[in-house]
């Protein structure tokens, strides 16, 4: 078993594993407001990316990223640190492997909410991951919610939507589809999914079905 630091403990897991949560959708779906509002009051792990790029004005390191230097990363490249990692205009992002190995074994959720092609990679990297498309009502109303943040101009607007039209056809991909056309709708479908993995009999262990028999 590891720690948070990815380093070996000779603690026992307590129970069955977590489950392996990976949110994602187009850029203005609403992932942030969503995961804050399902995961209020929740004990979870909520996994931190490394990136290389510089930290934005707001950003606090260590809770929005773990901000790292090139050579760092490609490091954990090398050492296979990552579950999924990319590069985008110039930097790396990526999601360390160990924190998340050591909350699964201790029993604890672990959410990651990642870009899609990341959430593909996450799927070839490990067979427990649930893969969960946050879907928005339609283009025009991403379209509107995107030119409201007003944090980017026109034609950054058009090949974040250019993208979501690519994204959204890849949805089939996913194991659930939650529609975001309405938050307390969409957060009550995130905890039905939760309690839905939770139950399925593959996290029935044999020593687990013996106790019960016998008790």
């Known amino acids: 078993m590891t720690d948070d630091n990815g380093q070996r403990s000779s603690a026992a897991p307590a129970g069955p594993r977590g489950l392996l949560i990976v949110m994602t959708g187009a850029s203005g779906v609403g992932k942030g407001t969503l ?9 979870v792990f909520y996994s931190v990316s490394w990136t290389t790029r510089t930290p934005r004005p707001g950003e606090r390191p260590g809770q929005d990223y773990h901000f790292v230097d090139a050579e760092h990363f490609l490091t954990g490249i090398g050492k296979d640190g990552f579950l999924e990692h990319a590069e985008f205009a ?8 160990g924190p998340i190995e050591a909350a699964l074994e201790r029993g604890q959720d672990v959410v990651l909410e990642i870009e899609v092609k990341g959430a593909m990679q996450v799927r070839q990297a490990t067979s427990e991951a649930i893969l969960v498309f946050i879907m928005p009502p339609s283009l025009t109303e991403l379209r ?3 030119e409201g943040r007003a944090t980017e101009n026109p ?9 979501a ?12 589809v939650v529609l ?10 995130m905890h039905a999914i ?7 009999s593959s996290r029935i262990s044999p020593d687990e079905l013996s106790r019960i028999v016998e008790s």
């Open 90 to 97: 110039g930097n790396h992002y990526g999601t360390p492997r």
């Open 194 to 200: 939760q309690r839905a993995e939770r139950a399925r």
């Open 155 to 163: 034609e950054q607007i058009e090949r974040r939507l250019n993208r």
């Open 35 to 43: 995961r804050e509002q399902w995961l209020a009051e929740q004990d």
């Open 144 to 146: 509107r919610r995107l």
């Open 165 to 176: 039209h690519e994204e959204i056809l890849e949805a089939h991909a996913f194991d659930y």
């Open 180 to 189: 975001n056309d309405d938050l307390t709708r969409a957060v009550a479908d």
